[in-house]
């Protein structure tokens, strides 16, 4: 940022000082952060107005309550005790038309509102398309028919991820056409039933590995053909992780992405990872992705509309929709039937496709770490920092690219253990449970397979350009900059947040825990040498080489005894003497 732009441009708190943000997705692990970030680092903020939907019996000023609780709002209870006046609950539900918000909270939002961060969503990989696309795609719908309405609305910014167009190996800032009219496939499935819609979901995820990355994609479509006139902008996170340094280092709530397959590690659940030892994971900080969002917010208000095209960005590139593959045309009619569409495009529509400002924010292969080199790290982390109360010694996490490998690797070093485990407690009048874990396991590993042997890049040019017109104290406050970022760092802090937040444990309590590994280990050795000893037995009667290596193993043994023995002697005659 030049000198005279810093002068004539606010910073980011300045920029929220005074103003309403609406945030959707507020009770999700993003949204949470979300909201104590701008409360801490925005101090002026006037207020946030959170979109919540009652559950599981509990209300929505109960939802907040649980929200505010988190050891990462205890800095806010420190400098701002207050704080929590300036939130303000509304009920909502994002599956419904209007997000059946009340005629007095639609009001709020339309005179109050100058901020909307639209959050929510359904992560589930395999979800079902029909709730996916109602999530996904149509709350994105319904919240620009709010937005259009919004008297004094200077930011829109809509969180996707960075997989939402998957299918290609390089993700430019741009929307890409997915090939359906989203539309007419909401219609189509509104009145089939959910037997119906799943057996047509492969044909219409196509080239995509879930009905996730195919409904984000239909969102981001949504903001391109209906968002005309409105200030919006994307930001597309990759895997995020949790927090690198702020507001405490390590946060993370839930088993959801790594976090699980951490746990499962450590405790000794899993041995075995399917996926391409040289395969980059791009994990980044939750800290960074906030960050991200909020800089991106303050951008699109100084900007203006996004529709304010320069000359540059209109393109006469014609996109065609790509054909699914393996189709008959019986299936093809039936899938135009249901809004796939080869249709070109208006130049209009090519250019907003182009022109809404989309900031990915990836780690990228110069900072990102191997899977081989990750799974080494793990290791180290999993000996020195031991979980309490493991299940096996966590040992080496093997990487097996084969899949027909795996999966035998996978009966023998895991499913027959998790059998004998089982059938252990059992005995003891337990249930049984390794069993359940490893399924959970298994499923969660298929559902990542694709993004374990598919390797991508992004074109990250507005999000460097972003951080460069950031103020120097802004890039520190909002820092999302991977110039300092250490990932092996970053992984142990994620490892031990995951101890301390997701499973609870003592950070004091590694003595006991290293003593448990160490029993672990005397017991494995135990169990080799009996495998050993009934193996040697059941081959003696049948080999006579065997008998005879028998013979010179318990030759030798017996010579080594007598060899001490004689050797202990001579010690205490010399001792005497």
Same mark, same amino acid.
């Given at each position: 940022?030049?000198?005279?732009?810093?002068?004539n441009?606010?910073?980011?708190p300045?920029f929220?000082?005074?103003?309403?943000?609406?945030?959707?997705?507020?009770?999700g692990?993003?949204g949470?952060?979300l909201i104590?970030?701008?409360?801490?680092?925005?101090p002026?903020i006037?207020?946030?107005?959170?979109?919540?939907?009652?559950?599981?019996?509990?209300?929505?000023t109960e939802?907040l309550?649980?929200?505010?609780?988190p %050891?990462?709002?205890?800095?806010?209870?420190?400098?701002q005790?207050?704080?929590?006046?300036?939130? +303000?609950p509304v009920s909502a539900d994002i599956?419904?038309?209007?997000f059946?918000?009340?005629d007095?909270?639609?009001?709020?939002?339309?005179?109050?509102v100058?901020? *909307?961060?639209?959050s929510a969503?359904t992560?589930k990989?395999?979800e079902h398309?029909?709730? #996916?696309?109602a999530?996904?795609?149509n709350?994105v719908h319904?919240?620009?028919k709010?937005?259009?309405?919004?008297?004094?609305?200077?930011?829109?910014?809509?969180?996707s991820?960075a997989?939402?167009f998957?299918?290609?190996s390089?993700?430019?800032e741009?929307?890409?056409?997915?090939?359906?009219d989203?539309d007419?496939?909401?219609?189509? +499935?509104?009145?089939?039933?959910?037997?119906?819609v799943?057996?047509l979901t492969?044909?219409i995820?196509?080239?995509?590995?879930?009905?996730?990355?195919l409904?984000k =994609?239909f969102g981001?479509?949504?903001?391109?053909?209906?968002?005309?006139?409105?200030p919006?902008c994307?930001?597309r996170?990759s895997?995020?992780?949790?927090t690198?340094?702020?507001? +405490?280092?390590g946060w993370?709530?839930?088993?959801?992405g790594?976090?699980?397959?951490f746990i =499962?590690?450590a405790?000794?659940?899993?041995?075995?990872?399917?996926?391409r030892?040289d395969h980059?994971?791009?994990?980044i900080?939750a800290?960074?992705?906030v960050?991200?969002?909020?800089a991106?917010?303050?951008?699109?208000?100084?900007?203006?509309?996004?529709?304010?095209l320069?000359?540059?960005?209109?393109?006469?590139?014609e996109y065609?929709?790509?054909?699914?593959k393996?189709i008959?045309r019986?299936q093809?009619?039936?899938?135009e039937?249901?809004?796939y569409?080869?249709?070109?495009?208006?130049?209009?529509v090519q250019?907003?496709?182009?022109?809404?400002?989309?900031?990915?924010?990836v780690?990228?292969?110069?900072?990102?770490?191997?899977?081989?080199?990750?799974?080494s790290?793990?290791?180290?982390h999993?000996?020195?920092y031991?979980v309490?109360?493991a299940?096996?010694? %966590?040992?080496?996490?093997?990487?097996? #690219?084969?899949?027909?490998?795996y999966?035998?690797?996978?009966?023998?070093?895991e499913?027959?253990?998790a059998?004998?485990?089982?059938?252990?407690?059992?005995?003891?009048?337990q249930k049984?449970k390794?069993?359940?874990?490893?399924?959970l396991?298994?499923s969660?590993?298929?559902?990542?397979?694709? *993004?374990l042997?598919?390797?991508?890049?992004?074109d990250?040019?507005?999000?460097?350009?972003?951080q460069r017109?950031m103020?120097d104290r802004?890039q520190k406050?909002?820092?999302?900059?991977k110039?300092?970022f250490?990932?092996k760092?970053?992984?142990e802090?994620?490892?031990?947040?995951?101890k301390?937040?997701v499973?609870?444990?003592?950070?004091?309590?590694? %003595?006991a825990?290293r003593r448990?590994l160490w029993?672990l280990?005397?017991?494995?050795w +135990?169990?080799?040498?009996?495998v050993?000893?009934?193996?040697w037995?059941?081959l003696?009667p049948?080999s006579?080489?065997?008998?005879n290596?028998?013979h010179?193993?318990?030759?030798?043994?017996?010579? *080594?005894?007598? *060899?001490?023995?004689?050797?202990?002697?001579l010690?205490?005659?010399?001792m005497f003497?």
């Amino acid at each position: 940022m030049t000198m005279q732009d810093s002068r004539n441009k606010p910073g980011i708190p300045e920029f929220f000082a005074g103003k309403t943000v609406a945030l959707t997705g507020a009770t999700g692990f993003i949204g949470q952060l979300l909201i104590e970030k701008l409360l801490r680092s925005c101090p002026d903020i006037k207020g946030l107005i959170l979109l919540i939907r009652s559950k599981k019996g509990k209300s929505i000023t109960e939802r907040l309550q649980k929200i505010i609780e988190p %050891p990462i709002f205890d800095k806010l209870r420190k400098t701002q005790p207050g704080f929590a006046s300036k939130l +303000i609950p509304v009920s909502a539900d994002i599956e419904k038309p209007g997000f059946a918000l009340s005629d007095e909270d639609v009001q709020l939002v339309l005179d109050e509102v100058n901020v *909307f961060i639209h959050s929510a969503a359904t992560t589930k990989f395999n979800e079902h398309l029909t709730l #996916s696309y109602a999530v996904n795609t149509n709350g994105v719908h319904e919240l620009l028919k709010l937005c259009r309405k919004i008297k004094n609305l200077h930011a829109f910014v809509h969180i996707s991820t960075a997989f939402s167009f998957c299918d290609k190996s390089f993700i430019g800032e741009e929307v890409y056409p997915t090939g359906w009219d989203y539309d007419k496939l909401r219609s189509s +499935i509104q009145w089939m039933s959910d037997d119906m819609v799943s057996d047509l979901t492969p044909n219409i995820v196509k080239d995509r590995p879930n009905t996730y990355t195919l409904t984000k =994609a239909f969102g981001e479509e949504v903001l391109v053909k209906e968002g005309e006139g409105l200030p919006i902008c994307i930001i597309r996170p990759s895997i995020v992780g949790s927090t690198y340094n702020e507001p +405490i280092p390590g946060w993370c709530r839930s088993l959801n992405g790594p976090t699980g397959h951490f746990i =499962a590690f450590a405790k000794g659940y899993a041995r075995l990872l399917c996926a391409r030892s040289d395969h980059y994971l791009d994990i980044i900080p939750a800290d960074f992705v906030v960050n991200g969002i909020i800089a991106a917010a303050w951008k699109t208000a100084l900007s203006g509309r996004s529709d304010q095209l320069l000359s540059n960005v209109i393109s006469t590139t014609e996109y065609h929709a790509s054909l699914p593959k393996n189709i008959s045309r019986e299936q093809l009619q039936l899938l135009e039937l249901l809004g796939y569409t080869k249709e070109d495009e208006s130049v209009s529509v090519q250019a907003r496709r182009k022109s809404i400002p989309i900031y990915h924010i990836v780690t990228n292969p110069k900072y990102a770490l191997t899977v081989s080199r990750m799974a080494s790290s793990m290791m180290h982390h999993f000996t020195r920092y031991p979980v309490d109360n493991a299940l096996r010694l %966590p040992e080496n996490v093997i990487v097996i #690219s084969n899949k027909f490998l795996y999966r035998t690797c996978a009966f023998f070093l895991e499913y027959i253990p998790a059998c004998m485990f089982d059938a252990g407690l059992i005995l003891f009048g337990q249930k049984p449970k390794l069993l359940r874990v490893l399924r959970l396991l298994s499923s969660a590993m298929t559902a990542l397979q694709f *993004f374990l042997y598919n390797h991508w890049e992004w074109d990250e040019g507005s999000t460097l350009k972003l951080q460069r017109e950031m103020s120097d104290r802004d890039q520190k406050e909002f820092n999302f900059s991977k110039d300092d970022f250490d990932l092996k760092l970053f992984i142990e802090r994620y490892y031990m947040g995951t101890k301390r937040y997701v499973l609870k444990e003592d950070p004091l309590g590694y %003595p006991a825990a290293r003593r448990h590994l160490w029993r672990l280990r005397v017991l494995g050795w +135990i169990f080799q040498f009996c495998v050993f000893m009934i193996t040697w037995r059941i081959l003696i009667p049948r080999s006579q080489l065997a008998r005879n290596l028998w013979h010179l193993l318990t030759s030798f043994w017996s010579k *080594f005894l007598r *060899f001490t023995s004689i050797s202990s002697s001579l010690s205490r005659f010399k001792m005497f003497h």
